[in-house]
């Protein structure tokens, strides 16, 4: 079974950045919509952001918006997930999920993705 690849992950600073990235080196996936989860200690999985195959449509959680931009590059079969001015409640294990489905942007929990990631863990603290 396929699995994704997260890295980027870390220990940051309130109000510093990371950016998370999501690919399979030598897989194509240009024809996958790619969703980022996160998940907490204790609390339920839940969808953070998704971007469209071709990457024309985004979507954000209410609580990232404004602050994290999903981007891909194709060529590189690359999904990423920036994230500025992270707040210590960003902190979580984030996941990226890949979904054979043309040119929409998915983000439910519950949803059967294709494929997924063994996860990256972000932790935000001083």
């Known amino acids: 079974q396929l699995q994704l690849v997260e890295s980027g992950g870390g220990l940051v600073q309130p109000g510093g950045s990371l950016r998370l990235s999501c690919g399979v080196p030598?897989?194509?996936?240009?024809?996958?919509?790619i969703a980022w989860f996160r998940q907490a200690p204790g609390k339920e999985r839940e969808g953070v952001s998704c971007i469209s195959s071709s990457g024309a449509s985004t979507n954000y959680a209410e609580s990232v918006k404004g602050r994290f931009t999903i981007s891909r590059d194709n060529a590189k079969n690359t999904v990423y997930l920036q994230m500025n001015s992270l707040k210590p409640e960003d902190t979580a294990t984030y996941y990226c999920?890949?979904?054979?489905?043309?040119?929409?942007?998915?983000?439910?929990?519950?949803?059967?993705?294709?494929?997924w990631g063994q996860g990256t863990q972000v932790t935000v603290s001083s």
């Open positions: 030598g897989f194509a996936l240009d024809g996958f919509a």
């Open positions: 999920a890949a979904l054979a489905v043309y040119d929409m942007c998915v983000m439910r929990v519950g949803v059967m993705y294709d494929y």
